[in-house]
């Protein structure tokens, strides 16, 4: 037992060290100023987002039920705030870094599919 214990620590200790040093590209000064102005307003909006694309995807249900073409491009230009706004505000606050790329990405991955999803299940 004590032989398998002196070479499990040392992995443990080079893993968890490793993680550790790992740290997002953070910029506090534009984090902070970012968040006097705006606060918690932005803190809601890109929280509420995925949910709040209810609204682009009854406007596209619309016009899918009416076949209206009006109605498909008042759809997609309701949704672009739902896309631009938090993918611009977390490249700010990460100061357009590697990280701060890829979470945008995700996140606006997260709100296409929530759009999508929304489409899909409401009965109109």
Do not use: C
């Amino acid at each position: 037992m004590t032989a398998i214990t002196n070479k499990f620590f040392p992995l443990m200790k080079n893993t968890f060290t490793t993680a550790t040093k790992w740290r997002p590209d953070w910029n506090w000064s534009e984090l902070h100023d970012v968040m006097n102005a705006y606060g918690i307003r932005l803190i809601i909006l890109t929280s509420l987002s995925p949910f709040l694309t209810i609204l682009p995807a009854l406007s596209f249900k619309l016009a899918h039920s009416e076949s209206s073409v009006i109605g498909y491009m008042l759809s997609i230009l309701m949704l672009i705030p739902w896309f631009i706004v938090p993918f611009l505000f977390i490249q700010h606050i990460t100061s357009r870094s590697r990280f701060g790329q890829i979470t945008s990405y995700v996140y606006f991955g997260i709100i296409v599919t929530s759009f999508i999803l929304w489409i899909l299940f409401i009965k109109i």
